[in-house]
């Protein structure tokens, strides 16, 4: 059990290191105001439009397609409040005032990060049936999940667990 507590602290302590060095990078107002963006665009606004344009672009079969990516989305909305409400960890900027808060969060709690798990999950079910889209969502992916972290809003383990969370929820939707 002490073992345990041990092993525990020192990952909550690394947790918080890589959190406190990437963090550094928004005292610079242009890497702040871009990650601020990356990450609002991963508040829905890119999900959605791509949820509605597939259909247009690829026919009727991408309605399966869209109808997945809104059922993945629907599971990881209550899967990662359920999850927030059951653990409450406070974001990183509440804990330390070493961490610069980058933009307003959402809610209080930050594990697992929402925004990180449904860009797993919507990007991995699009790629899936539209490998095409690659090129772009896995990017953009990535960034979004680095800006939770950059933005003081989240903590490295919040956002592998979003992301551990979102592929799970994804390989789900596309065996269905």
């Not at 092993?7 to 947790?15: I, N």
């Not at 959190?19 to 550094?24: F, G, H």
């Not at 009727?60 to 409040?81: E, P």
Request: hydrophobic residues 50%; positive net charge; aromatic residues 10%.
């Amino acid at each position: 059990m002490v073992k345990t507590s041990l092993m525990l602290q020192r990952m909550l302590t690394v947790d918080m290191r890589i959190c406190m060095s990437l963090n550094r990078v928004i005292r610079w107002s242009y890497v702040r105001r871009f990650f601020a963006g990356v990450s609002r665009l991963g508040d829905g606004v890119v999900w959605y439009s791509l949820m509605l344009v597939l259909p247009f672009i690829h026919g009727l079969t991408a309605i399966s397609v869209s109808l997945r990516m809104a059922g993945a989305g629907a599971l990881g909305l209550l899967l990662y409040k359920l999850i927030k409400k059951l653990t409450t960890r406070l974001r990183p900027f509440m804990v330390s005032d070493a961490i610069a808060l980058g933009t307003h969060p959402l809610d209080h709690y930050s594990f697992p990060s929402g925004h990180t798990l449904h860009a797993f999950s919507f990007s991995l079910v699009c790629m899936y049936y539209y490998p095409e889209y690659a090129m772009v969502l896995v990017p953009l992916t990535i960034l979004i999940a680095l800006s939770r972290v950059v933005l003081g809003l989240h903590y490295p383990t919040d956002v592998l667990a979003g992301a551990a969370l979102g592929t799970s929820i994804a390989t789900g939707f596309i065996l269905l």
